[in-house]
């Protein structure tokens, strides 16, 4: 996680690398600092919290020369002297840092005679860099031969030089239109600054001039690159709510909208060139884009295709045995996902039929499988993920009556799903009424079971309430033991055929003093139930149906509870570390 702002220009560069940081904070919001240049010698300020904070503290500042940071806390406290930049201790070069130094520890025991000033893995590698021999660049390449990890680095030197570099985490380079250089760890940051940019790869190192980038290679070689086109950014929203979040969900419909056209005007499957008959699926994904990942098996497996779902950060490491003849999908809405995009590269390397179904064009996953199913979501800010898993479970819909042969036949049908999508929101008194139970469990069968996973990872991440999704099969095979009558129990039930089997499950809950609030589309009575009634759709799509009133569950609870939706606490949007 940590985003990289860094510029050099005549303009000033403090208000350019703000700006880029406020587009960054998505990548951690811990603290926030800048070094900067001021005759011959590195000035630095930071702050905890928001980029707000530190945007209040260099009001006014001048400066052509800036890195900037915005940090998610992974070595050291959230305080303000583990905040980067970090100098070293003979205060020459500054660096930020986006990564994870991973033998820090040996390192720093290396390092005696420093008087190290945070707790963190980037002070070492400032200082490691620091002590080497050569030039800044000579340096940081002599120096990232001794780390273990990851980094995107930006460093500057007390007599103006301007290097950065880069090992898995992603860092990106640009002229700027009106003149001068800037990196950064997203190409969105560049969105109207820049026409072209250019992507580094792992062990690549540029030394950046107000006209003039050049690039290196791990053994200090100079090399060409190409560049690559800006593409045109979506507007982050079009709808304007008090949090990100709420208009984020508000947009699903839209998005859904635009999804599908661009499907249908495209040709996006055609393009793709995939073979005629795919023999296996294999879904790859973290968090949310996980459950999608699940119902896009279960889709895949209703045209008759086996499909499998991993965790990526458990695929990367485990012992799968890879099928030539399978595909493999990578899901993630900013594509930077590190678990992700190291199984990606596993699989690509192996030779692998790859396709990445992502929400950003442009990301690191796109690049690295090359064919891309584009989710239209638009710029997904919040942490939590709304619109943007819609438009993935949708994809993978689309996408599996493409393989079935039915995606052209059923345009109409589509067209109506999208065009009677109704929003059902969830009334105070219910919300009130959730979170005065102690305990709360999510339960479904099949489809209805990943809707349950999926609210309760939202409840969770911006409520901090401890609840669980389980199969509701599953219930009495041990966490019935946990139901009491502090114990809300909500049952997602929208598919007829285990309708029954779920009402009995229920049932068991309710003779243990559990209380039930069921959320479905049937007309399921019982006065003991509180009831959530959803609107008829089709079965299959049912889940974005009902994942819809369960999002605003979590973020009415969440602004009840007074917390920030948009921004929970420990967590980023992107997670750019294993
Ligand atoms: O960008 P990605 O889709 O790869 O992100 C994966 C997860 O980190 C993400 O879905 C996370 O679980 C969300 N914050 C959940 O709302």
């Not at 099928?323 to 809405?333: E, T």
């Not at 596993?346 to 692998?352: G, L, N, P, R, T």
């Not at 709360?440 to 911006?462: M, N, P, Q, W």
């Not at 009133?549 to 007074?562: R, T």
Request: glycine share 4%; proline share 2%.
């Amino acid at each position: 996680m940590c985003g990289i702002c860094a510029c050099l220009s005549k303009q000033n560069s403090v208000q350019l690398v703000v700006d880029g940081l406020k587009k960054l904070e998505y990548r951690g919001y811990d603290s926030a600092g800048i070094s900067y240049l001021e005759n011959n010698e590195i000035r630095t300020i930071k702050t905890v919290g928001e980029i707000c904070h530190l945007e209040e503290k260099v009001n006014g500042l001048f400066a052509n020369l800036v890195i900037g940071h915005t940090r998610w806390a992974t070595h050291g406290a959230v305080e303000e002297k583990n905040a980067h930049p970090h100098l070293s201790m003979s205060n020459k070069i500054s660096l930020v840092h986006n990564g994870i130094i991973e033998n820090y520890k040996a390192l720093k025991s290396e390092l005696s005679t420093i008087n190290f000033r945070s707790d963190t893995d980037s002070e070492v590698f400032v200082n490691l860099i620091d002590l080497e021999e050569g030039d800044l660049l000579q340096k940081f390449i002599h120096a990232s031969k001794k780390v273990q990890g990851s980094f995107a680095v930006a460093l500057i030197s007390d007599k103006g030089d301007f290097v950065v570099g880069k090992r898995e985490s992603p860092l990106y380079v640009a002229h700027l239109s009106d003149g001068g250089v800037m990196a950064t760890s997203d190409v969105y940051v560049l969105n109207n600054l820049a026409t072209n940019f250019f992507t580094l790869k792992d062990d690549e190192f540029a030394v950046l001039k107000e006209n003039e980038i050049s690039f290196y290679n791990k053994n200090g070689e100079k090399i060409h690159k190409k560049c690559e086109k800006m593409q045109k950014f979506d507007k982050i929203s079009a709808i304007f709510e008090k949090t990100h979040m709420k208009s984020e969900i508000l947009e699903t419909k839209n998005v859904l909208k635009t999804t599908l056209e661009n499907y249908f005007n495209q040709n996006i499957f055609e393009n793709l060139n995939l073979p005629k008959k795919i023999k296996e699926i294999n879904l790859i994904a973290c968090g949310t884009a996980y459950h999608s990942a699940l119902l896009g098996a279960e889709y895949f497996k209703r045209a008759s295709i086996p499909a499998h779902v991993y965790v990526a950060s458990e695929f990367r490491y485990g012992n799968e045995i890879l099928n030539k003849n399978a595909l493999y999908i990578f899901v993630s809405q900013s594509g930077e996902t590190a678990d992700t995009i190291a199984c990606a590269k596993i699989c690509k390397e192996k030779k692998m039929k790859c396709l990445a179904l992502t929400n950003t064009p442009n990301c690191f996953l796109n690049q690295i499988c090359k064919k891309v199913l584009p989710t239209f979501a638009g710029r997904e800010i919040a942490v939590a993920s709304t619109k943007a898993y819609s438009c993935q479970v949708f994809v993978l819909f689309l996408f599996s009556l493409y393989l079935k042969g039915e995606f052209y036949q059923l345009k109409n049908l589509l067209e109506e799903f999208v065009a009677d999508f109704k929003f059902t929101d969830i009334n105070d008194k219910l919300v009130d009424e959730v979170l005065t139970y102690k305990k709360i469990f999510f339960v479904g069968r099949e489809e209805d079971y990943v809707t349950a996973l999926e609210a309760s990872l939202k409840l969770k991440e911006i409520t901090y309430i401890n609840c669980f999704a389980i199969a509701s099969g599953e219930l009495k095979h041990g966490t019935l033991a946990l139901i009491d009558k502090n114990s809300l129990v909500i049952a997602i039930c929208t598919q007829e055929k285990i309708k029954d089997k779920l009402i009995s499950n229920l049932e068991e809950i309710e003779a243990r003093g559990g209380k039930i609030m069921l959320v479905s589309n049937f007309d399921i009575r019982d006065e003991n139930y509180l009831t959530l009634k959803l609107p008829n759709s089709f079965p299959l799509l049912m889940p974005i149906v009902s994942i819809i009133p369960l999002q605003f569950l979590a973020l009415k609870s969440s602004e009840k509870l007074g917390y920030n939706p948009d921004k929970p606490r420990n967590l980023a949007k992107s997670v750019t570390v294993e």
